[in-house]
């Protein structure tokens, strides 16, 4: 399954990197994408346990920007 997501305040591109990078290790996910310039992200993963490995990608990037917000 693969589902596009919004970001806000979403600060840098050398942050969009980091997060796209630790989302692709999260197991489930098939892949990831991360935009800086469009402040969007898709997500590819497991549609049996999309909704949990999404609240793993909320934590992983509010780790690496703690203002940035993704809008589900």
Not at 24 to 33: H, L, N, Q, T
Not at 46 to 53: G, K
Request: aromatic share 4%; hydrophobic share 40%.
């Amino acid at each position: 399954m693969t589902r596009r997501f919004n970001m806000i305040d979403l600060d840098c591109a050398n942050c969009a990197a980091k997060m796209e990078a630790a989302i692709k290790k999260i197991a489930g996910v098939e892949d990831a994408s991360v935009s800086f310039m469009t402040q969007k992200m898709t997500i590819e993963a497991d549609p049996d346990r999309f909704e949990q490995i999404m609240d793993q990608v909320v934590k992983t990037c509010r780790r690496v920007e703690p203002d940035c917000r993704i809008v589900r």
